[in-house]
């Protein structure tokens, strides 16, 4: 399990990952950690308050490697970034090759379908949940918020036959306030209904791909 978290100029590493383990303390026990940078000693540090199982990183400070080596079975990984390739899936008969998503949503290439455009701190959250909904299988719901310059994971609907209940989960699985929080989801919202569930707990907008046949309902 991982809690993903934005790290922005000026922010930590700490103050990053600290971020995403408030968002799902209880499901970050025993997980595994994957970092894009050099895990220093103030990460390590707050990492060693946790019971983690391995930990990848593309390296680690000396101090880092201290306090983690105190750590009893944790594994650590170092990683190196390797050029886009395909991706290929078996399926039954075959395989399915496809190139990666690696495409970074800017504001310019979305359309705002209702009376009120999202704000700057908004715009950091929609982006951020866009992002980590792709990573969350199966009707993904991401609630995400920002906080200064940072986009921040809340929570997580995963794994639902519908699209409604992954809104459900999501809010149910909250450990932060939702109010005000916003909602990106993988695929369009079939119908108005989860929307109507996601604003009953105050997120303020979302985001969607959207296709439905009843995408006028669902914009109304």
């Not at 921040?152 to 699985?173: C, P, T, Y």
Request: with cysteine.
């Amino acid at each position: 399990h991982t809690n993903p978290c934005g790290c922005a100029e000026g922010a930590t590493q700490a103050e990053s990952y600290r971020r995403a383990f408030e968002a799902d303390p209880i499901s970050a026990f025993g997980g595994v950690l994957a970092f894009n940078r050099a895990v220093d000693g103030e990460t390590a540090a707050e990492i060693a308050k946790t019971f983690i199982e391995a930990i990848a990183a593309p390296g680690y400070s000396d101090d880092a490697l201290r306090i983690l080596r105190e750590k009893k079975n944790l594994r650590l990984l170092q990683v190196a970034s390797a050029p886009a390739e395909l991706v290929v899936k078996s399926i039954s008969g075959g395989f399915l090759a496809q190139t990666p998503d690696v495409h970074h949503l800017s504001p310019e290439e979305t359309e705002v379908k209702t009376r009120r455009a999202p704000t700057p701190d908004e715009w950091i959250a929609l982006a951020f949940g866009w992002k980590v909904a792709k990573h969350v299988k199966s009707n993904a719901i991401v609630y995400a918020r920002s906080t200064g310059n940072l986009g921040q994971l809340i929570s997580a609907g995963a794994g639902q036959m519908s699209r409604v209940d992954s809104v459900k989960f999501g809010a149910m699985k909250a450990v932060l306030p939702l109010q005000g929080a916003v909602v990106a989801s993988d695929a369009f919202f079939p119908f108005p209904d989860g929307v109507e569930e996601a604003a009953k707990h105050g997120i303020t907008a979302l985001i969607q791909p959207g296709g439905s046949v009843r995408d006028e309902e669902v914009i109304a």
